[in-house]
C-alpha cells in the first residue's frame, strides 16, 4: 500500500473511534480545566458532558467493520456496550461523596471508560496492551483517593500484583508474536504450529493478563482489598466496565484460538470459571463488611459471565448481553446503598443492628437490592440468571459434556449460598435489636435517588422490552 | 560476521524472565520488587526484538518501545503510593504493609 492510500485509511477510520477520541479529549480538557476551576461541580459537569456528547458519536450498528489495517474490530457488541459503559459511567456523579473528590478523579475516571472502550475492539496485540494498561493505570490510582493509610496500602499492592500479571502477559505476547509471525489477533493460526508447547505457555500467561482485569481465579485476589479502601464511586465504575470490557475480548482472543478445538484451553477456562464461583461464594459467607461482601460476591459473578462465553451461537451472546447489562446496572445501584451508608460511616452490617426504626424505607430498598443481587424475583437479577440457567442447560443437552453440567451445578449452588451473606444485610436492619441510639442515615434526595435505582431493577424485570431489543440488535454476532 | 542464533536471545530472556519473578517472590523491600517487575518486562522485550528479526515490518521493534514508555509510567504511579506510604508507614517494606484485613 502506498502512502497516500494508507493516510486516507487511517482518515477514514478515525471516524470510527469517535467515541475514544471524545473521552480522550474530554479528559484531557477536564485536566486543563480543572487547573483553573477549583470546584469540583464544574468537573463533574464536564465528566457528564464529555459522557453525553461521546454517546452521540458511537457509530450505527450498520456501520461495522474493521478499521486501523485490522487493528481495530467494530462489532455490534462494541456498538452496544459502548452505549451502556457512557450511560452507567454518568450514574457515579450521584453519588453522595461526588463533591469530594478533585478534578483528577474524575479524569481517571474518564481514563478508565476509555481504555475499556478500546478494549471492546482491539484486536492487535499492541492495542490489546495499551487498552488493558490505560485501564490498569487508572484503576492503580484511583485506589488511593481516599488518601488514607490504608488506601497507600491497598494501592501498591493492587500495583504489583498487576504490574506482574501484565509483564508475564507481555513476555507471553512476545512468545505468541514470535510463533505466529503476526501481531493481529485476527490472523493468527495456532493450528500451523508444529511443536505449540512454548506458544501455548505464552498464550496462558497472555490470558492471565485478561483474567486479572476481569477478576477470575487465580488473579482475583486484588478484589476484596481494592474495593474496600477505593472510594465507593471509582468501585462502581472498577466492578463494571472494565470487567465488561476484559470479557469481550478474552471472548475475542479465545475465538482466535478456536477454544472449542484446543481441549486443554477448555477444560482450563471451564475450571477456572468453577473456581471462581466456588471462591468468590464461600469466601463472601465469612465477611462482616459490605464492600467486602459485595466485591466476593462480583466475584462470583465474573464465574457466572465467563460461563455464557463458554455457550457458542445465539443463546450465548444474548446471555451475555444481558448479564453484563443487568449486572452493571446492579452493581451500580448496590454500591450507591453502600456509598450512603458508608457516608456515616455504617460498613458493618453489626452496625446496621435496628435501622429500620429510622429507615424503614431505605431498607427495604437495600433489601430489594439484595435480592436481585442474589438473582431472584421480582427483580432483573432473575431474569438474567434463568437466561444464563437456560442456556447453559440447552447447550449441555447438545454435547452432553460433563463439565457445562458441572458448571451448571456449581452455578446454582452458588445462588443458593449466596442467600446466607446477601440476606445478612436486611436481617440485621429488620430482625437484629440494636444496643444503643439509632440514628437516621439518609437525606430526601439520597431516598429520591435510590428510589429511581432501584425501581429500574424491578422494571426491567416487569417489561423487558429493552432487553429484547437488544438481543434483537445482536443474535446475528458469530459468537 | 555470523548473525547470533535466535535461541541465545531466547535463552537470555527466558533467564530474565524466571530472575524477575524470583526478585518479585522473595523480596521484602517494594523498590526491589518494583526492579523485578522491570526485569521481567525487559525479558519481554528482548524478546518482541528478537523475534521482530524474521518479521519485514519491525512490529516486534515498535511493540518494545511502546512497552518501554508504559514501564516507566508504571514505576512513575508506583514511586508516587510508595512516596506516601513511606510518609505514613516509615517504612518501604512490603511486609510492614498490614493494617488490611485479609
Known amino acids: 500500500m502506498v502512502l497516500k492510500d494508507q493516510l486516507s485509511h487511517i482518515i477514514e477510520s478515525l471516524s470510527q473511534v469517535g467515541f475514544e477520541m471524545v473521552l480522550i479529549g474530554g479528559s484531557l480538557l477536564l485536566l486543563l480545566l480543572g487547573l483553573i476551576a477549583k470546584r469540583s461541580l464544574v468537573s463533574q459537569i464536564v465528566y457528564v458532558l464529555v459522557l453525553v456528547l461521546a454517546m452521540t458519536l458511537v457509530p450505527l450498528p450498520t456501520d461495522l467493520g474493521v478499521w486501523f489495517g485490522g487493528a481495530l474490530a467494530v462489532q455490534e457488541l462494541t456498538w452496544l456496550f459502548r452505549l451502556v459503559f457512557s450511560f452507567l459511567g454518568v450514574w457515579v456523579v450521584f453519588y453522595p461523596t461526588a463533591n469530594r473528590h478533585p478534578f483528577e478523579y474524575y479524569f481517571l475516571l474518564l481514563a478508565v471508560i476509555a481504555g475499556s472502550a478500546f478494549m471492546l ?53 512476545s512468545l505468541i508474536y514470535g510463533f ?65 470490557a476484559g470479557f469481550v475480548l478474552l471472548h475475542r482472543v479465545l475465538l482466535a484460538v478456536d477454544v472449542h478445538t484446543q481441549y486443554w484451553l477448555y477444560v482450563v477456562i471451564v475450571a477456572v470459571g468453577m473456581a471462581t464461583i466456588v471462591i468468590g461464594t464461600l469466601g463472601a459467607l465469612r465477611q462482616t463488611n459490605i464492600k467486602r461482601m459485595i466485591a466476593y460476591g462480583a466475584i462470583a459473578h465474573s464465574g457466572f459471565l465467563l460461563g455464557a462465553l463458554l455457550i457458542p451461537g445465539e443463546t450465548g451472546v444474548v446471555a451475555f448481553a444481558w448479564y453484563a447489562l443487568a449486572y ?27 435501622l429500620s426504626r429510622t429507615e424503614g424505607y431505605f431498607g427495604g430498598l437495600i433489601t430489594i437490592v439484595m435480592v436481585a443481587l442474589i438473582g431472584l424475583p421480582p427483580t432483573v437479577g432473575f431474569t438474567i440468571k ?72 424491578l422494571w426491567l424485570f416487569i417489561s423487558p422490552d429493552i432487553l429484547n431489543n437488544i438481543a434483537d440488535n445482536i443474535k446475528s454476532i458469530a459468537w | 560476521m555470523t548473525a547470533i542464533p535466535l535461541t541465545y536471545y531466547l535463552v537470555v530472556a527466558a533467564f530474565l524472565l524466571c530472575a524477575g519473578l524470583l526478585i518479585v517472590l522473595t523480596k521484602k523491600n517494594a523498590i526491589m520488587v518494583l526492579i523485578g517487575i522491570e526485569l521481567m518486562l525487559n525479558a519481554a522485550n528482548l524478546n518482541l526484538v528478537a523475534f521482530s528479526r524474521n518479521d519485514p515490518q519491525l512490529n516486534g521493534q515498535v511493540f518494545a518501545i511502546f512497552s518501554v514508555v508504559l514501564a516507566a509510567a508504571e514505576v512513575a504511579i508506583a514511586l508516587a503510593i510508595l512516596l506516601n506510604i513511606y510518609r505514613k508507614y516509615n517504612s518501604s517494606d512490603l511486609d510492614d504493609l498490614n493494617t488490611l484485613e485479609h
Open chain 1, 121 to 173: 475492539s482491539a484486536q492487535h496485540l499492541l492495542v490489546i496492551y495499551l487498552a488493558i494498561e490505560l485501564t490498569s493505570f487508572a484503576s492503580y490510582l484511583l485506589t488511593n483517593f481516599n488518601f488514607e493509610k490504608r488506601s497507600f496500602e491497598a494501592g501498591i499492592k493492587y500495583l504489583i500484583f498487576g504490574g506482574t500479571a501484565s509483564a508475564l502477559a507481555l513476555y507471553g505476547a
Open chain 1, 180 to 244: 505466529t509471525g503476526t501481531l493481529l489477533v485476527s490472523e493468527m493460526d495456532f493450528a500451523l504450529v508444529q511443536n505449540p508447547a512454548l506458544l501455548n505457555v505464552g498464550l496462558l500467561l497472555f490470558i492471565g493478563a485478561m483474567l486479572f482485569k476481569v477478576s477470575l481465579v487465580p488473579f482475583h485476589i486484588w478484589v476484596p482489598t481494592t474495593y474496600q479502601v477505593a472510594p465507593t464511586s471509582a468501585v462502581a465504575i472498577l466492578s463494571v466496565i472494565p470487567k465488561i
Open chain 1, 328 to 354: 452493571g446496572i446492579i452493581n451500580l445501584v448496590a454500591f450507591y446503598m453502600v456509598s450512603v451508608l458508608e457516608d456515616r460511616q455504617l460498613l458493618d452490617v453489626k452496625d446496621l443492628a435496628g
Open chain 1, 386 to 457: 434463568f437466561y444464563l440457567f437456560t442456556a447453559l442447560w440447552g447447550w449441555y443437552q447438545t454435547v452432553v459434556d460433563p463439565w457445562i453440567m458441572g458448571y451448571l451445578v456449581v452455578a446454582l449452588m452458588s445462588v443458593v449460598f449466596s442467600l446466607f451473606f446477601y440476606l445478612k444485610v436486611p436481617y440485621f436492619i429488620f430482625l437484629k435489636e440494636s444496643d444503643g441510639d439509632v440514628q437516621s442515615v439518609t437525606n430526601p434526595g439520597q431516598r429520591v435517588i435510590a428510589t429511581i435505582f432501584t425501581l429500574v431493577l
